[in-house]
Every structure is written in C-alpha cells, then in structure tokens.
T-cell receptor
C-alpha cells in the first residue's frame, strides 16, 4: 500500500476543460512535490512545497497551477492543457525539503490524457 | 550540475540469474544515493539508500555500495525472480534543497 494517495487514477480531458489532481499524505511530511513522467523517461520535477509554501517552480507553464491547502494535501489545477501534457503525474512527499538524506515517498500517479 | 548515468536497458535475464545495474554519478558535494523501483502502472518505490561513503544499502535481496572513489552505486542481486521485472532508477540528492536527480532508468525483464 502506498502512503501517498493520488486521485483520480486516470483522467481524460479536452483542451478547454478545467480539472484538478489531488494528493494526500498522512506521514507528517512537510515537503510535497509534483512530477511529470513521460513514457520510458524519469520523473521531471515541476513544483516543490515546503511547509505549505511554494519553494520551487521549475519554469512550469501557467496552465498548471499548484495549491497546498494544508500540510497533508496538495492539488494541481489544470486549465487549457495541450496534447503534449499527456503524461503520468506523480505526487511525492518527504520529511522536509532540506533533509537530502531522506527518501521521497511517491503515489501511484494520475494518468492524464489530453484530447 | 549533478548528474546520474545508468546503463542502457532493457536488461533481460533468466530467473535465478545474477543482476548488476551500473550507476555512476557526478555531484559537487557529498550526495545521498538511492535506488527506486517502478513496477508497471505504479509510482516509484524506494528500494534502498546510502548516505555516506562505503555505506551499503540493502533490501529484498538487492544491495548497492556507495563508492566515493569511483563515484558509483551499482545495484546487485544474487538471484532475480520474475517479480523483479520493473524499471530501476538510480538517483542522488544533495544540498540544502532536496531536488532529486534521477538517472534515465533501466528496464529489467526476468523470464522464467
């Protein structure tokens, strides 16, 4: 069982739709991450939240909008996406962003398809 | 900047064969090193880690030793099973901000 829960598992949306991806963890972790993973590639970092504040934005287009309502929840709001945004979106958490010797815990991801 | 180089896959082995997946890294400081595994349709799971030179990480029969002199962290298992079929990612993390640098991943296929 993964300790990071992501919903939905699959999402199909049109380019004009607005949708949100959700991520939840109850391990008391204070750092949370969004990654994008294309087929046969490693995960690419998108955003990092540390103590509920946005710490890193890897120059992600504004059609992706992250939100961290509290220490357990992380959302990714999607609007006007492009076909090339189709990918697996992974959420992860770790004890704290500055603890580089601690692993990240990943959810199973949301498989996103843009029509 | 930091980088991780893994051997190209896919790697195809018969059940009970010995596995080695090579991983070398470049880092400016003293990174922590990780192996993650991704099974089909799932996210990444931590397989093992090592945080300082000469540390050996081990889990589920897999082992890797942090070799600072050769900047390597090769993954080994003495006898693979069909259930080990997955993609394996070598990764490092260092510094005050935990940005993880992943290798490109190595797909392992174990045949009965």
């Amino acid at each position: 069982d993964t300790e990071v829960t992501q919903t939905p598992k699959h999402l199909v949306m049109g380019m004009t739709n607005k949708k949100s991806l959700k991520c939840e963890q109850h391990m008391g972790h204070r750092a949370m991450y969004w990654y994008k993973q294309k087929a046969k590639k490693p995960p690419e970092l998108m955003f990092v939240y540390s103590y509920e504040k946005l710490s890193i934005n890897e120059s992600v287009p504004s059609r992706f909008s992250p939100e961290c309502p509290n220490s357990s929840l992380l959302n990714l709001h999607l609007h006007a996406l492009q076909p090339e945004d189709s990918a697996l979106y992974l959420c992860a958490s770790s004890q704290a962003q500055t603890y580089s010797n601690q692993p990240q815990h990943f959810g199973d991801g949301t498989r996103l398809s843009i029509l | 900047g930091d980088s991780v180089t893994q051997m190209e896959g896919p790697v195809t082995l018969s059940e009970e064969a010995f596995l080695t997946i090579n991983c070398t890294y470049t880092a400016t400081g003293y990174p922590s090193l990780f192996w993650y595994v991704q099974y089909p349709g799932e996210g990444l799971q931590l397989l093992l880690k090592a945080t300082k030179a000469d540390d050996k990480g081990s889990n589920k029969g897999f082992e890797a030793t942090y070799r600072k002199e050769t900047t390597s962290f090769h993954l080994e298992k003495g006898s693979v099973q069909v259930s080990d079929s997955a993609v394996y990612f070598c990764a490092l993390s260092e510094g005050g901000y935990q940005k993880v640098t992943f290798g490109t991943g190595t797909k392992l296929q174990v045949i009965p």
